[in-house]
């Protein structure tokens, strides 16, 4: 009886000990799966910040685009009217004063006409441009989520692979141990 008791409270050991050693190797599993985790967050908090930076520089670029056609537009306007002032001077010292005024009017109709022209002409042209600079970023966007998407699930893979690694050889680990232990304890 003494025996048998002995024995009792020996398996009982063991089996605390067991209990002990696998809450331990879980608790290590559940901190590595937080720190897989965090890392994770951090990876998609800069990809996310990559593609805000990209966005804000594609814009930037649209933006000064935009500008240096609507300075070139201005130019080209301004030295039409300048033309148009000299030749209507000329007109006007070499002929009488109502053809001189005709030609002004007829010129200024003409400029008139052809400057709405070029403006929707270069709406039209704007339009294209705009729609363009739209794709191209929302293309760009489509990648980078597709590649940043790629890139994570990647990690995730990775990481499960390390954790499921981690867990096997922790249990392996234990097994091993408990099974010296007990070798011990016959021994003894």
Known sequence: ALLQSSVKQQVEAIEKQYISAIEKQAHKCEELLNTQHQRLLEMLDTEKELLKEKIKEALIQQSQEQK????????????????????????????????????????????????????????????????????????????????????????????????EKAVEEAVKRTRDELIEYVKEQKRV
């Open 68 to 163: 240096e056609i609507l300075e070139k537009c201005l130019e080209e306007e301004r030295q039409r009217n300048k033309e148009a002032l000299v030749s209507a001077a000329k007109l006007e010292k070499e002929a009488m004063k109502d053809a001189v005024l005709k030609a002004i009017e007829e010129e200024r109709k003409n400029l008139e006409k052809a400057h709405a022209e070029e403006r929707e002409l270069w709406k039209t042209e704007h339009a294209k441009d705009q729609e363009k600079v739209s794709q191209a970023i929302q293309k760009a966007i489509r990648e980078q989520r597709k590649i940043s998407q790629e890139t994570v699930k990647a990690a995730i893979i990775e990481e499960q692979k390390r954790s």
